[in-house]
């Protein structure tokens, strides 16, 4: 459930939104086909909604604006036409670089057989065959997975905007949230995010002072060589941003709890790559050879 995250934390969002690092060919194949199996629309389109996000954000020119409410910034957006000012507004953001990427012209183009298989044939396949489980229960809990992993990235949009604490700037809505970063494996520092979206971990710590699962892929991804040209904010300048406009000493003690969970986040985080890699591996085995 949480590799299929990595399309959206690692591929739409920090990828193809913000451009936050660079990927190889093969990586983004990889994460486009996890982005697919997300089925939270087609790379093209989710960062587009996001960039308008960010330039406009908790305005009526964001998607989903939190100042309309939790129900609204969680799922109520996608239940109603687009504010005029959400049209007028995003015509203005740039979107050339991600149309001229062909993988993503691939996907979107191809966009709906493409989540039939990957969002729901290949995983009720896997269920049933390595599992055992009948059709029926193998297909529900497909439906399960998908219907937690879009909750979990809405809490972004909805929690994350609304509750928890603001150490980078107090002016904004966006929050740092406990929950929202572990149920999105490394998206709830949002107020650092909004601060400084083109830092490719979405945060200050490393993912050996806190758990983010998507950072600690990224840099895998960087030592394989599959992924180059991280980038990551100074922080003197961070330092600087929080003495101008966020709160000194909440950012202090945010910081020190993070840096004392080193020992734990770090066993997490490498007993997760050491399953990730041999369990990816033997699926992979078994489906296609």
Known sequence: MKRIGFGVTCGAHRLWSHRTY?????????????????????????????????????????????????????????????????????????LDDIAADPVVAFQRQFYKPL??????????????????????????????RYCFSLHSTWLVNSAAHLYGVKPYDTRINPRESKLVQILTVGEGYHN?????????????????????LSTMFIDLCAKLGLAYNLKKVDPKLIQS??????????????????SGSFKWTSVLSLIYLLLI????????????F
């Open 22 to 94: 660079e990927a190889t060919l093969p990586l983004r194949i990889f994460l486009m086909i996890l982005n697919t199996a997300s089925l939270q629309n087609d790379i093209y389109e989710w960062s587009r909604d996001h960039r308008v996000h960010h330039k406009f954000s908790d305005t009526d020119a964001d998607p989903h604006n939190s100042t309309r409410g939790f129900f609204f910034a969680h799922m109520g957006w996608l239940f109603c036409k687009k504010h005029p000012h959400v049209l007028d507004k995003g015509k203005t953001v740039a």
């Open 115 to 144: 989540t039939m298989i990957f969002t729901f044939y290949i995983p009720t396949y896997i269920i049933c065959y390595y599992f055992g489980e009948d059709y029926y229960s193998a297909f529900y809990l497909s439906c399960f």
């Open 277 to 288: 890699i041999p369990v990816g591996v033997v699926l992979v085995r078994k489906v296609f």
């Open 241 to 258: 941003r929080v003495e101008r406009t966020g709160d000194v000493t909440l950012n202090q003690i945010y910081l020190e709890n993070r």
């Open 192 to 212: 650092y995010h909004h601060v400084f979206p083109f830092d490719y971990s979405a945060s200050e710590v490393s993912w050996t002072q806190d758990l983010n």
